[in-house]
């Protein structure tokens, strides 16, 4: 069952980000055949992996979904009814990381209360904006909205206080409940990096790569085929180091890709690939 996931989640790839769209991806099941509507994934990861970084990856009837996340050690539940077309049916779901103990479950009262207060998940596609939280699978923009209405009626008939005022107040208490919320995640997002230094998601492995693979470039060629984000972090590390783009017929003496087809292997770092081409 594990390896038939393994390659239908490979062959399903294509929506995947980049960093994901490797042949060595594994994704590892925690549940299949079953409804998602107001289930969420239990996880339980060990000390030693608190602050990893991993991918949840869930395959449905018409494609898959996948979402970034960050181990919290010990039993959490991670949030998944925020995701496109989780409420429905779904095929299969797992995790990119091996040998933790999974199950899918509906959230208690405690669970609900964890889930909101999880740290946020940095990625390099946020830019002043991070997804929202989840309380009762209620959208936190709703829930701050009640949270509003509620406090200016209770200024309204408990104390008494004119219309405009009590909406003001009960706005100003909306907002102070944002704020600190966001105030503790953003305390907690530094307490884990400082912490467990897990780096840039997606990123500490290219950059761990690019710092072995400079030395073994040195004055030689080089070309790549990575595409987005990766590729730029790539050029920008590379830049003192002569580039031979694809469409110039000149060939280079190093390739940096994901697949290492072709070439002989002098570097591997996670799915990244240092191969002398045979044909320089």
């Known amino acids: 069952m594990r390896i038939l996931f393994a390659i239908a989640v ?6 995947l980000p980049a960093s994901l769209r490797a042949q060595q991806v594994q994704v590892y099941p925690i549940a299949s055949n079953f409804s998602g509507k107001g289930m969420v994934v239990e996880l339980d990861f060990p000390e030693k992996d608190a602050g990893r970084y991993f991918y949840a990856v869930y395959l449905v009837a018409d494609g898959q979904g996948n979402v970034p996340m960050q181990a919290r050690a010990g039993r959490h539940c991670y949030e998944m009814r925020n995701l496109n077309r989780w409420e429905g049916p779904v095929r299969l779901v797992g995790i990119t990381v091996p040998n933790i103990p999974g199950r899918l479950k509906k959230p208690t009262f405690s669970d609900e209360i964890d889930m909101y207060f999880e740290p946020a998940v940095i990625t390099p596609s946020i830019v002043n904006v991070v997804e929202d939280h989840r309380l009762f699978g209620w959208p936190e923009n709703i829930l701050l909205a009640a949270v509003a209405v509620i406090s200016a009626l209770a200024f309204l008939l408990l104390k008494k206080t004119p219309v405009t005022q009590s909406a003001v107040l009960g706005f100003l208490v909306a907002w102070s409940v944002m704020s600190l919320h966001r ?39 080089w070309e790549d085929d ?3 984000f990766y590729r730029s972090y790539l050029h920008y590390r590379l830049a003192q180091h002569q580039y031979v783009p694809k469409n110039s017929g000149a060939a280079a003496a190093f390739r940096i890709t994901r697949n290492p087809g072709g070439g002989k292997v002098l570097l591997q770092n ?9 044909q320089h």
């Open 270 to 278: 996670a799915e990244y690939y240092l191969v002398k081409n045979t």
């Open 10 to 15: 490979v062959c399903a790839l294509i929506g």
């Open 183 to 221: 105030v503790y995640g953003r305390i907690a997002i530094i307490s884990i990096t400082e912490t467990h230094k897990p780096g840039l998601f997606g990123v500490t492995d290219l950059k761990e790569f690019i710092d072995r693979a400079t030395a073994l470039i040195g004055n030689e060629t």
């Open 226 to 228: 990575l595409d987005g």
